[in-house]
């Protein structure tokens, strides 16, 4: 990817926090059910060739490795294998459908930050049957741009239909995202919405629709 498009993104980005932390107030405290060093040894289980999972383990321990991948800028093809083929991923910055699009949403930070991860989170299910239902993840993401951290406090939404992610919404500071629904001027609703549409399409332009990256060759 040339230097522009990488300032692009990043001007992109950049100011598109900038708004969104000005218009709201992260909450003042947080309680974690999971360490960096906890995430580390979850994210390993997926850097292996395969995942092996006993029926008794919890839904979100299929899932939550390779959501860990992703904000971590570690993402490998298999990891999107969690999405059904017409799922859809929104933030305050895009509003993403298909997994082609995801692909290029969640490849864009490391084009954007020098670094990216979930540090702490707790996991909460609520299952109408053992492979469908939601799974919420209390966490904070930090990112690293221009040299200087940036903590985010978030809530990601998973509904899962049969064992596969349909929906992942990402609300920063735990508020809902801005729409024609949940704001009093749905004009302004229907103006967020199409402004993330517009950010995921640059974005997906961008990270060649979807492309995924070329492996890294061994040196052995």
């Known amino acids: 990817m ?42 390993e289980v997926c850097t292996k060739e395969t995942c092996d999972y006993i029926s008794r383990k919890r839904l979100s321990d299929e899932i939550i490795p390779h959501i860990l991948n992703l904000y ?8 999107f294998e969690i999405y059904a083929p017409n799922a859809s991923f929104e933030d305050p910055l895009m509003c993403a459908h298909g997994v082609k699009q995801i692909k290029s949403a969640f490849y864009s930070l ?9 540090v702490d989170y707790s996991v909460t299910e609520n299952l109408t049957s053992p492979r469908n239902g939601e799974i919420l993840i209390d966490n904070k993401q930090q990112y690293k741009f221009l040299g200087r951290n940036i903590d985010v406090i978030s809530l990601i939404k998973l509904n899962v239909v049969e064992g596969k992610v349909v929906r992942h919404e990402d609300w920063w500071n735990k508020k809902p995202l801005w729409n024609r629904e949940t704001v009093n001027l749905p004009l302004v609703g ?14 997906h332009a961008m990270m060649g629709f979807g492309k995924d990256p070329n492996p890294v060759k061994s040196l052995d």
């Open 2 to 43: 040339g230097t522009a498009t990488s300032h692009a993104l990043a001007a992109l980005f950049s100011f598109s926090y900038l708004f969104f932390s000005l218009l709201s107030h992260p909450p003042t405290t947080l309680h974690f059910g999971c360490k960096e060093a906890e995430i580390d040894q979850m994210r």
């Open 72 to 79: 971590a800028s570690k993402a490998t093809p298999q990891d």
């Open 110 to 118: 490391s084009k954007v930050f020098g670094e990216s991860k979930i």
């Open 190 to 203: 229907r103006f967020m919405e199409t402004t993330r549409r517009g950010s995921m399409l640059a974005t």
